[in-house]
């Protein structure tokens, strides 16, 4: 899918993959399909009254 995007239909970015903060695993998969790092969001999900 990420070839089709980027290739066929030329786009530049793709800012949609997010993961819960101390997700290593996520993390480490988007590092191996080739995306980069551009910013963290914080306090993005509530979970256990915090």
Known sequence: ??????????????DNGCCLEGDAETIALFEALGFTKEGVRRQQVFHQGR
Do not use: S
Not at 1 to 14: G, P, S, V
């Open 1 to 14: 899918m990420l070839d089709y995007a980027f290739n066929e239909r030329r786009l530049h970015k793709c």
